[in-house]
């Protein structure tokens, strides 16, 4: 393809339909220049193209990023992006919407189970083997959502208030590190803002920070809806706007070219970045190819085996034996939560239980005990339950949270299980027998009972295929090798954001700064229920022939693991660097290195690991780069963060030191932390702005207005109700099988996304109503009533 040429012949308004894509998952083609188009699909644990009025269909649905993230094992996460671009290849699906590497700041965050975990270095290293996998199969991967976007309620509108220390070390730093490494051929600019604007049409962070600073050279392109004036995110560098066919962007552009506020050069420039990508994926488009369906059911079998955590094990229950007197009661058990809601839910054909996996390994009585949509106790259900329970030697009980409760649109309220379980579970630890309970959940739960049960199994999210391993390491077939990729605290309160997660609809504040996750309850001597990097495991391992050696070009790190317990199995050894507090306020201590290393019994390994400056540095705001300090640090080996097993002090000096930017006495919260709240002065310094203490005005009604808003006004109630009830009723009617299904079920979740939605969004989505009628239908509630019914009618 010549694209110099193309763009030569091509017309403006040619040009502008490039820019926007064609419906909800295709770019434009043009036929003349011989221009195909290219094909999205979400993702990114499995194709969401069953829902695409495509029901014949097919994918796996793989176990997503938060039981993946538990594997700590990139090869195992390489093959699955392999996996998923054949699956790609099979359907002509050209890019793949994944994978999202937004850090976990909050347990509630609703999409936390599409994400891998509260480091970034974790996240960067899975995330990067991911794409490879997938561009290998000469399938485009599709990195989101760029960024700070790391909460679902008011996503549209909020502003995520980051210092440039925790932006540049916590939430930019998988991008830029994913971006360097493994350069994804599409960038997906989330929905919020950031530093004042819309991340849409922020060209510091698309042109500035993705393309001049991590040298981004693929696509960048809105997240669906995303796009509010084109012609700024034209100029702010988004190539594509998605979903397409939005004709009030087209007109934007068109406009702007005519009045010369846009010039060509900058379609031109983007213009060509989407035609080199069309040419590079179709030129890889594979005809007839079909995926092994065995196989990746078998990858998907090893991911969520892997992603499985034992968080205890007392001996008394795990591993179960064929031939026990073991009762088994939980409605999860035949209804597990394994996938999460949202544009990432995969419609399998496929499904494996647990119940029906465990038939494998003999007949065990089985009582329901609750029913997993309610929360209110059951009493018939319970005392059946109880019953079973007192005739068996062993019970394990099948827990989780409602898939409801872990979905895109919306954030969770709170961390517990449902009042029904939490009451049964209760009932049974009073019978005092071994007592085991397996976990089915996206993100960190409460476990108020942990201290009266023998074993604890969270499987995490495991995919379709998820009762079989969930079977197999229950009996021992499979030993747990899982690490936790995220802090499970004692309560929610505890978390670091907690006083300030999900803020008010224009501003989210980010207080706790770079203590996130572990980074916080470690420094702040807060004690957590499960630390990050911790998983137990069915043998043991010990540690030993430590040894650190400088060289020129880095430390060289290394000891040995030898299985010592009575199986083979994996375990998963984690390098931190411990910082002591010299000059500049940090965590104790950061995750810099791992790997899993698979033992038989007996077998022993030496691992080493090298560690280079930049494993040393923090971002400095002053010189506005990475730099460290010169200092004692101390290097740490860990089967978690806590669980530290080898130690040595060293001395590091740096080429590139550079005075502390930070006052001891004007940033105290930062430096002795003492608990989550962090004093509002301190914070403005190190925002370096003041944000207002009240929300920005509501009235007037706005195109990027909350539809909670419109309730504020007496015609604005009306469309509010009127707009909240076409919401449910279009997907029953144009919906998908399977969306219509869900929106009947699950109608009162659905609709927790509304109160959030703004009209701008909705006339960028619906192909239904157009943006101007969206303005009309604002000017009336604002109370224009009859000029905006004059626009409502006659305006395109
Ligand atoms: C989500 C994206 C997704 C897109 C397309 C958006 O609502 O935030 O992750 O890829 O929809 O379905």
Known sequence: MDIKEILRQMSDSEKIDLLTGHSSWYTNGFDKYKIPCIRMSDGPYGLRIKNDNCPTLESTCFPPACTLANSFNDSLSFELGVALGEECQENKVNILLGPGVNIKRSPLGGRNFEYFSEDPYLTQKLACQYINGIQSQGVGACLKHFCVNNQENYRLTSESGVDERALYEIYLK????????????????????????????????????????????????????????????????????????????????????????????????????????????????????????????????????????????????????????????????????????????????????????????????????????????????????????????????????????????????????????????????????????????????????????????????????????????????????????????????????????????????????????YRYYIKAKVPVRYPFGYGLSYTQFAYADFETVKSKIGIDVSFSIKNVGPKAGAAVPQLYIGFSDTGVFKPKRELKKYTKVFLDKGEERKVSFRLNDSDFAYYNITKKKFVSETGTYTILIGQSVEDIVLKKRIRYESADSAKSPYDTNRFQSYYNLTGNIFPEDEYTRLMEKKYSDKRTKKLPITMNSIFSDYRLTLSGKIIYKIFRKAYVNNVRHTGSVEKKEYVIDNEEEYLKQFPNLTMNMICSVSTGLPHKKGEAITAIANGKFFSGLRRLIFEK
């Open 174 to 517: 998988p991008f830029n590190d994913i971006i360097k490494f493994s350069q994804p051929d599409m960038l997906m600019a989330s929905y919020n803002r950031f530093n004042g604007m819309k991340v849409t049409e922020s060209s510091d962070l698309l042109i500035q920070k993705a393309r001049n600073e991590f040298n981004f050279s693929g696509v960048i392109v809105s997240d669906w809806g995303a796009n509010h004036d084109r012609k700024k995110s034209l100029l702010a560098g988004l190539d594509l706007e998605m979903p397409g066919d939005n004709n009030y962007s087209k007109q934007t552009l068109k406009e702007a070219l005519e009045m010369k506020t846009l010039d060509t050069g900058t379609i031109d420039r983007s213009c060509s970045r989407i035609l080199s990508l069309v040419e590079k994926l179709s030129s890889k488009e594979i005809k007839n190819y079909r995926y092994s369906r065995s196989e990746h059911s078998q990858l998907a079998k090893k991911i969520s085996a892997e992603g499985a955590v034992l968080l205890k094990n007392n001996g008394a229950v795990l591993p179960l034996k064929k031939g026990e007197n073991i009762c088994f009661i939980g409605d999860m058990g035949q209804n597990m939560h394994y996938e999460g809601e949202g544009s990432s839910k995969v419609f399998s054909p496929k499904v494996i239980q647990p119940l029906s996996a465990l038939k494998t390994y003999g007949i065990f009585p089985f009582e329901k005990g609750y029913i997993l949509s309610q929360n209110t106790p059951n009493r018939k259900l319970e005392t059946q339950a109880i019953k079973l329970a007192e005739r068996a030697d062993k019970i394990v009980f099948f827990a989780g949270f409602q898939p409801k409760k872990e979905s895109e649109g919306y954030d969770k309220s709170d961390i517990k299980l449902p009042a029904n379980q939490l009451h049964l579970i209760e009932a049974l630890t009073e019978l005092n027998k071994p007592f085991a309970v397996v976990l089915f959940n996206g993100s960190p739960v409460e476990l108020p009972f942990a201290e009266k049960v023998s074993s604890i199994l969270t499987m995490y999210l495991p995919g379709q295929e998820g009762g079989l391993s969930c079977a197999q390491l229950l009996f021992g077939e499979l030993n747990p090798s899982g690490h936790l990729a995220e802090t499970w605290p004692l309560k929610l309160e505890d978390n670091p954001s907690y006083h300030y997660f999900e803020g008010r609809p224009d501003l989210v504040e980010y207080r706790e700064s770079i203590y996130v996750g």
